[in-house]
């Protein structure tokens, strides 16, 4: 969740469509599920739904309906681990802050009710996912800290796919591909397949990284930046 605004650039303008993009089907396939962004997407689409529903009817409401969601992320995940050769999921560790970071004023990392309230996820949701997990006997990992890097180091090693909802995955060249979980078929295991070229074209992994550092994380200095332009301008004549 490095860059403010990046994801809506890449799925509201630079992505307006997936139909030229590879589609993969992730049975028999190896996955590695972001489970923060896993848990987050599944209680947003819950929160989504709810709109649609009467109130008595509202797995959202109050009290937390625990049951209705263990029903809707039991039977989603036993789907990958039938249909998968191989399911590991990943959670964050201890975050530390990072005084160098710009903060985005506009991100929130709560959701909102059906009334539009503010509010965090139900306290006791993590603990009900790691149950299921448990129960089905998926593989839990937890990083040191951040757990972008370390699952996309698991999925290179093990040559797998990475499942997620954060655009921070397309920054990054992968072996299989990262298959987003707003683009995912949760019925059929089906979806488009994303590499750094589909939204970076020509750039390397070396030029994303030098512009997502520029652009997400720390302000530079307009003469830091002409030094860096002129270093890669006078390396490339060299070469």
């Known amino acids: 969740m490095g860059i403010p605004f990046f994801s809506s650039s890449v799925y509201g303008y630079l992505i307006q469509s997936t139909d030229n993009l590879k589609q993969i089907n992730l049975i028999n396939q ?9 848990m ?3 209680y947003e689409t819950i929160v989504m739904e709810d709109k649609k529903k009467q109130m008595s009817q509202r797995l959202t409401g109050t009290p ?15 789907l990958f681990k039938e249909k998968c050769s191989d399911v590991k999921v990943v959670f964050d560790g201890i975050l530390k802050s990072n005084s160098y970071r710009r903060p985005d004023p506009d991100r929130r990392s709560r959701l909102y009710s059906v009334n539009n309230e503010e509010q965090e996820l139900p306290t006791l949701l993590r603990h009900e996912f790691v149950d299921i997990l448990r129960e089905l006997d998926i593989r839990i990992f ?19 796919y990475i499942v997620a909802h954060d655009s921070d ?8 591909g990262f298959v987003p979980l707003r683009c995912l078929n949760l019925k059929t295991l089906t979806g488009p397949c994303f590499q750094l070229t589909d939204i970076f074209g020509h750039i390397d992994a070396a ?20 030094v860096t332009v002129d270093w890669i301008l006078n390396k490339k004549i060299l070469m």
């Not at 309906?65 to 029903?71: I, L, M, P, Q």
């Not at 995955?169 to 299989?176: F, G």
Request: with cysteine; proline share 1%.
């Open 142 to 160: 937890v990083a040191r800290g951040e757990a972008d890097p370390v699952i996309v180091g698991m999925a290179k090693w093990e040559n797998a």
């Open 64 to 78: 937390f309906g625990y049951d209705g969601c263990w029903k809707i992320f039991h039977e989603t995940l036993s």
């Open 40 to 42: 987050y997407f599944m």
């Open 30 to 38: 190896r996955v590695i599920i972001d489970g923060n962004s896993f």
């Open 207 to 226: 030029g994303v990284a030098l512009w997502a550092t520029l652009i997400g994380n720390t302000f530079v200095g307009f003469d830091k930046l002409q």
């Open 169 to 176: 995955y397309h920054l990054y060249q992968l072996s299989q």
